[in-house]
């Protein structure tokens, strides 16, 4: 009797409806991240993230309403080396502090909009009793994330206020990569939820190594975008009329080339993102073998064939703003797809 209860205990589990309300919120929330990324871009571009000066994450949500909360806003910024070094002396208004200030203030208004919507959606799953059992830690784990990520980018902000006049390029890759973490462990917790019993799939070898693959491409990227390394050159596939660019300072070793020469820097992620795109079109034959993994498999395609054509797009216009954010938000979507197929791959596991 008790090996016939063992026996339909995981029968009845798996035939449990998935909560497929908890899953969409999830997917939701990291729609929202994405935003928060795209919008992220944008506020690189146009220098807009050293325009709010002070963390405060409850009274911050108001921007200013009145012409003395502006110019109290405004004399702040002044007050940065990025005011006094590069935008006062480019002549920079009132109505010119606006716009940054624009961008980077939705942008941390994008960050407490998913902090709340997270909170409020899973505290109303939890008050139902409809969070599946083993989940509870998971969803914790993603807001605690979601908090660090505040915290991170602060941190960044905090290195343009005192002695440079941007953000430091490692910290910009920090918080951009966190942002990436959160939105694909957000996904994968989602395509969990939708799974018979709720049951987790496994990471594989083939999705690690995808995954692996593209953090790197994705750490180059920031970093270019960090040291502004986008703009030594605006030819391609050479730079500059070389395949190796001229400039390129070893006087200090090949490692701290690699992390600091803009040259290098931009030569190495035009480049390695062949090696993502011979990755991931191997892991994609191998999603597509998956039964009833074939969309995975072509958004995996579309996304990196995407990608590649907006990165070229991109240097050749000189660093088109539209452009570029149109590269980062795509660099975005590979994630979403590559942890797409790789669930895939690990709930076949």
Excluded at 132 to 153: D, K, S
Aim: proline share 5%; net charge positive.
């Amino acid at each position: 009797m008790d090996s016939v209860s063992a026996t339909a205990s995981p029968i009845s589990a798996d035939r449990q409806a998935p909560p497929r309300g908890l899953s969409n919120l999830l997917l939701f929330v990291a729609a929202l991240v994405f935003a928060m990324v795209v919008v992220g871009g944008i506020t690189r571009l146009t220098e807009s993230g050293l325009s709010i000066t002070r963390w405060e994450p409850i009274s911050g949500a108001i921007p200013p309403l009145t012409q003395a909360d502006w110019a109290h806003a405004f004399d702040l910024y002044k007050q940065t080396p990025q005011y006094q070094q590069v935008a006062g002396p480019a002549g920079m208004t009132l109505a010119g502090f606006k716009f940054i200030f624009f961008w980077e203030w939705v942008h941390r208004f994008l960050g407490r909009v998913v902090g709340l919507v997270f909170f409020l959606g899973v505290g109303w799953f939890a008050a139902k009793r409809a969070i599946p059992q083993g989940y509870a830690w998971r969803l914790a784990a993603l807001f605690v994330l979601g908090g660090l990520q505040g915290a991170v980018g602060w941190f960044m902000v905090m290195s343009g206020l005192e002695d440079r006049t941007d953000v430091s390029p490692y910290r910009l890759s920090a918080h951009l990569l966190f942002a990436l973490f959160l939105f694909a462990a957000l996904i994968w917790t989602a395509l969990d939820l939708r799974r018979p019993g709720c049951r987790p799939a496994r990471p594989t070898g083939w999705g690690l190594l995808a995954l692996g693959t593209l953090f790197i491409q994705l750490l180059l990227g920031a970093w270019v975008a960090g040291f502004r390394a986008g703009y030594v050159s605006n030819s391609w596939p050479d730079m500059n009329g070389r395949f190796v660019p001229d400039g390129i300072d070893w006087s200090h070793g090949p490692l701290f080339a690699m992390t600091h020469d803009p040259f290098l820097l931009h030569f190495l992620h035009r480049w390695w993102a062949w090696v993502v795109v011979i990755v991931l079109i191997l892991f994609a034959r191998r999603v597509r073998r998956v039964d009833g993994a074939r969309p995975a498999s072509i958004a995996i395609h579309s996304a990196f064939g995407t990608q590649i054509i907006l990165g070229v797009l991109t240097v050749l216009t000189g660093i088109a703003l539209w452009l570029a954010v149109l590269h980062q938000a795509t660099g975005a979507l590979l994630v979403a797809a590559t942890v797409w197929g790789a669930h895939e791959l690990g709930r076949r596991r």
